[in-house]
Structures are given as structure tokens and as C-alpha cells.
């Protein structure tokens, strides 16, 4: 099935540094959700992305769909401490049952 | 306020014992979803249902059971055939018909086999 890697696994970073994270697929997706984890809790959705090219932001948060629809990734400008957590990139299957198809995620430390 | 609850928050499991996960939403919310993380882990889907009385097999479906006959409850029971039970269990659900606007998850059970 279909199948979406994200690296890197983990990222320590200073309170103020940026962070990126990036997701890859094999093949076309035809959109790519986001979504933050924050430690002992449950996935809270970000936002989603169908366009090639695609770039869009909240507020320090910058998400970005490749042109060809195979890569992402998620920007993170001046860290803070409430940034921690696990971000997950997801191909959401409108071909079989619509479900989520879950990166492995990207787990986000900041040292305040 | 609309959401999804799921309980117990932590729930205890005997070797060789049927346990039952509960997953009621108000969101009217059509589809439904459960999902198993593992530390360190992206979530992995066990069942899901696109309408009451139906349910699909996930990935990871051996040693689950489902039932739909409300569309707001999607309980999800872990069998003795289950042989590594211990995991986080999330319940989602669709937000929108096409799937499209991202999905809204429980809190989660976490369940620990003694």
C-alpha cells in the first residue's frame, strides 16, 4: 500500500532555532495532511495540502507540497517550547475507505 | 460540545481476556476509525466504518473485533487472540464528506496487559 517516510526521526533543537520536517513518498499522492501530537495526547489535525506547489502558513508554521505531489514538508520559524511534539505527515486515501495512511513522525524537543 | 469520547483513559488487561473500547462521537460524523500507536510510533489502522453496520479490516485487524449499530458508537473489542495488545487506541472520525478537512481524534485509551 501506500506508504509515506518522514525524517528525521527526532530533532532537538535551542528555544528560538527553526526546525523542518520532511515526508517522501515513491509515488503521487494526491494530497498530504498534517498533524501534531503533543506528548501523552492524541493527533490534532493542521492543515492539508492538494496542489502541486502548494505552500501555505500558520502563523510560524510554513507546510509545502512538492511539485511533483511526492514530498513535503513542514517549517517551524523560531521554536518554543509549546512547538513540542510529534509531527506527523499523512496521506489521506480517498481510493480505499478514506483512510490515513500515518508517517512515522517527527518527534520535535526544544530546550528552553 | 461536539467531539469524541473515548473510555476507560487506562484500562488493564489479564492474559487470555476479552477487553471492550469504547468510541462514542456527536458529531454526526458518518465514518469511523481505530488506530493502535506504539511508542515512538505512527498509527497503524485496525478497523474502520464508512456507515452504520458496516465495518472493513484494517492493516493490523487480527485479534480485534468491531460492531456498528449506532452511528454514533464504534466499540472496539481486543481479543485473547491479540497477542501484544499493549498499545495506545485512538478512535477518529471523518470531519467532512469527502474526507478532506482532516480528522478529529479521541484522547486516546491506553491499555496495558498484566
Known amino acids: 500500500g501506500q506508504q509515506v517516510m518522514q525524517i528525521p526521526q527526532y530533532q532537538h533543537v535551542q528555544e528560538g532555532e527553526d526546525f523542518t520536517t520532511y515526508c517522501n513518498s515513491s509515488?503521487?499522492?494526491?494530497?498530504i495532511q498534517w498533524y501534531k501530537q503533543r506528548p501523552g495526547g492524541h493527533p490534532v489535525f493542521l492543515i492539508q495540502?492538494?496542489?502541486?506547489?502548494e505552500v501555505k502558513k500558520q502563523k510560524r508554521l510554513t507546510f509545502q507540497f512538492g511539485e511533483a505531489k511526492k514530498n513535503s514538508s513542514l517549517h517551524i520559524t523560531a521554536t518554543q517550547t509549546t512547538d513540542v511534539g510529534t509531527y506527523f505527515c499523512?496521506?489521506?486515501?480517498?481510493?480505499?475507505?478514506?483512510?490515513?495512511?500515518f508517517g512515522g513522525g517527527t518527534r520535535l524537543m526544544v530546550k528552553p | 460540545d461536539g467531539g469524541i469520547t473515548q473510555s476507560p483513559k487506562y484500562l488493564f488487561r489479564k492474559e487470555g481476556q476479552n477487553v471492550t473500547l469504547s468510541c462514542e462521537q456527536n458529531?454526526?460524523?458518518?465514518?469511523m476509525y481505530w488506530y493502535r500507536q506504539d511508542p515512538g510510533q505512527g498509527l497503524r489502522l485496525i478497523y474502520y466504518?464508512?456507515?452504520?453496520?458496516?465495518?472493513q479490516k484494517g492493516d493490523i485487524a487480527e485479534g480485534y473485533s468491531v460492531s456498528r449499530e449506532k452511528k454514533e458508537s464504534f466499540p472496539l473489542t481486543v481479543t485473547s487472540a491479540q497477542k501484544n495488545p499493549t498499545a495506545f487506541y485512538l478512535c477518529?472520525?471523518?470531519?467532512?464528506?469527502?474526507?478532506?478537512?482532516?480528522?478529529?481524534f479521541g484522547s486516546g485509551t491506553r491499555l496495558t496487559v498484566v
Open positions: 466504518s464508512q456507515i452504520v453496520n458496516d465495518f
Open positions: 477518529a472520525s471523518r470531519r467532512d464528506e469527502t474526507g478532506r478537512g482532516g480528522y478529529t
Open positions: 495540502l492538494v496542489k502541486s506547489g
Open positions: 458529531l454526526n460524523h458518518d465514518a
Open positions: 509515488t503521487t499522492l494526491s494530497n
Open positions: 499523512v496521506y489521506f486515501n480517498d481510493n480505499a475507505g478514506n483512510m490515513l495512511t
